[in-house]
């Protein structure tokens, strides 16, 4: 079983920027796609990027193109997610997850999530 622990969130104004590291327990991380989701307060879940198991193919929410970044590094354990011009609708809690597609019920092994507060 996959254990992830997202990091790397905090409190910055709009325009910057912030990258998130996903970190993975066990040996089965390289074997496996990747994703990115976000939940703001009385929003649904919502898909953010995916990333296949060895980083070839990527894919993004439309709301986050050209200002996120997805990537990995296997020999770390890790998958991150650069996002820059960030705008206050960004402000969400962010959760790595070990699965494929645009749906959260694609992924399992959810990580705890990390704070993302963009100020305006």
């Known amino acids: 079983q996959v254990q992830l622990v997202e990091s790397g969130g905090g409190l910055v104004q709009a325009g910057g920027s912030l990258r998130l590291a996903c970190a993975a327990s066990?040996?089965?991380?390289?074997?496996?796609?990747m994703g990115w989701f976000r939940q703001a307060p009385g929003k649904e879940r919502e898909f953010v990027a995916h990333?296949?198991?060895?980083?070839?193919?990527?894919y993004y929410a439309d709301f986050v193109k050209g200002r996120f970044t997805i990537s990995r590094d296997n020999a770390k354990n890790t998958v991150y997610l650069q996002m820059n011009s960030l705008k206050p609708e960004d402000t969400a809690v962010y959760y790595c997850?070990?699965?494929?597609?645009?749906?959260?019920?694609?992924?399992?092994?959810w990580g705890q999530g990390t704070q993302v507060t963009v100020s305006s």
């Open positions: 066990g040996r089965t991380f390289s074997t496996y796609a």
């Open positions: 997850a070990r699965g494929s597609g645009r749906y959260s019920r694609e992924y399992d092994n």
């Open positions: 990333i296949s198991w060895s980083g070839s193919i990527t």
